[in-house]
């Protein structure tokens, strides 16, 4: 009787830079049909943290591979065979994946601006290894059930790419940036736009059958919206406002920061607090390098608006849609930002330590049960910030200061932090 065989396992092989650099050389003289080029096959290689970048991996396999944080920009990988790999916070800006094959694949955080996807396969593709034991593994053990079954771009910049006749059925998009993309004629099924920024996008002559677009940004989107349940809308915002807008403002923005200016100077004796609390304020309003220290914007929607290089010391955002909005260089601290939408919000360099009002008080930054998903806060001061019960998921806080934050019932799965904040993931919270 013929000895049965043992499923064929297949092994992770780990390139270094100078390994890799010899198998593109190879591939790009395949692809140029010159002598001795071979065709690149790279699956389930660990290729974690390499560059390919403005490289020519065109019809190469990935299948299975470990590519997290892997630099692609500018690459051409058409026609290439992504299958079920690990792609999560890969560098994609500019790279052409024109017919790519992505079934399955983990795209979590990664960065497609300006990539241009036509007609890419991103339907659900499952693979397993087959162990010594017969028993079937999953390729990537890390990969967290959100992670995988239709492809995963949740919280992934997609802003201009091309992506006509894409098959995305059930696919995530939950999260992303998608500002002018183009989609039209894909099939949509099933797939989650949640809080995704759609502006200026084309999703013409789309499948929209059973497609979630609640929280979703929909402001000159070419879309219809009357093949989309209201339940599945629930949220969203289009063109028009909502509430009270820029129009119904007692007077000019600018002249309501003048006397803004004027009532701080004088201690509340003259001019007036800027108090801006329901107002829908996202077409027209900038306040980049604005005075708006002390100032009202409570349950106030702000999606987009750039407050970069502002005094926002002690001021009250509880409750507003902050959502994309811009914070770079911004003085926070002391600031009430509990309950606030901040999904995608940009807090580069931002300043959220304790604002001290005397020698023995201070007030510190709040941020309890805002939902702070895909936020980038690298570079912020974050010492002694309230995060009680906040969503933090998946955010950017490498070289930033967590310094005595609270981070009790906060959600920190997929956050990236330095190595010596690592342990908070695992300490009890405080």
């Known amino acids: 009787m013929a000895e049965k065989k043992e499923p064929e396992k297949k092994k992770v092989v780990r390139l270094s830079q100078k390994e890799l650099d010899a198998v593109i050389k190879k591939h790009e003289s395949f692809a140029a049909g010159r002598m001795g080029g071979v065709r690149a096959n790279l699956s389930y290689h660990n290729l974690t943290g390499l560059s390919f970048a403005s490289k020519n991996l065109a019809d190469a396999n990935f299948t299975g591979a470990h590519l997290a944080e892997t630099d692609f920009s500018g690459a051409k990988l058409d026609r290439a065979t992504f299958f079920c790999a690990d792609m999560r916070h890969a560098n994609l800006r500019g790279a052409s994946l ?29 693979l397993a290894n087959a162990g010594a034991d017969g028993e079937l593994k999953a ?18 910049n997609l802003s201009d790419a091309k992506m006509a006749g894409a098959v995305a059925i059930g696919s995530n998009f939950s999260d992303a940036t998608m500002k002018s993309t183009k989609i039209t004629e894909a099939d949509l099924k099933d797939a989650n736009f949640s809080g995704a920024n759609l502006a200026n996008a084309d999703l013409s002559k789309c499948n929209l059958e059973g497609v979630n677009m609640r929280g979703a940004l929909l402001v000159g989107t070419a879309i219809n919206l009357s093949e989309i349940s209201k339940e599945n809308l629930e949220g969203a915002l289009t063109s028009m406002p909502i509430g009270l807008s820029v129009r119904d403002l007692p007077q000019p923005i600018e002249e309501l920061l003048k006397l803004h200016k004027i009532w701080l100077d004088s201690s509340g004796q003259k001019g007036q607090q800027l108090n801006v609390s329901n107002f829908d304020l996202r077409q027209g309003v900038i306040f980049a390098r604005a005075c708006l220290t002390m100032m009202r914007g409570t349950k106030a929607i702000f999606y987009g608006v750039s407050f970069t290089e502002s005094q926002l010391q002690s001021a009250d955002f509880s409750d507003a849609d902050l959502r994309h909005a811009g914070f770079q260089s911004t003085d926070m601290r002391g600031g009430n930002y509990t309950r606030a939408k901040m999904d995608n919000a940009n807090f ?10 005397t020698q023995d008080r201070k007030l510190s930054t709040n941020m309890s049960e805002a939902s702070l998903r895909y936020a980038d806060f690298s570079g912020a001061n974050l010492q002694q910030i309230n995060f009680r019960g906040a969503d933090l998921s998946y955010a950017n806080l490498l070289g930033a200061d967590l310094t005595d934050a609270t ?16 342990e908070l993931l695992k300490a009890p919270a405080k």
């Open 98 to 126: 024109v017919r790519a094959d992505l079934r399955g694949a983990a795209l979590r955080g990664a960065d497609l601006v300006g990539a241009d996807m036509t007609g890419i396969d991103l339907r659900e593709g499952s």
């Open 139 to 156: 390729a990537h053990k890390n990969l967290t059930v959100v992670d995988k079954g239709g492809a995963n771009l949740s919280g992934a």
């Open 348 to 357: 580069q360099k931002a300043r959220l330590q304790p604002l001290v009002l």
């Open 407 to 422: 981070l009790t019932d906060a959600n920190l799965e997929g956050a990236r932090l330095d190595p010596v904040f690592q």
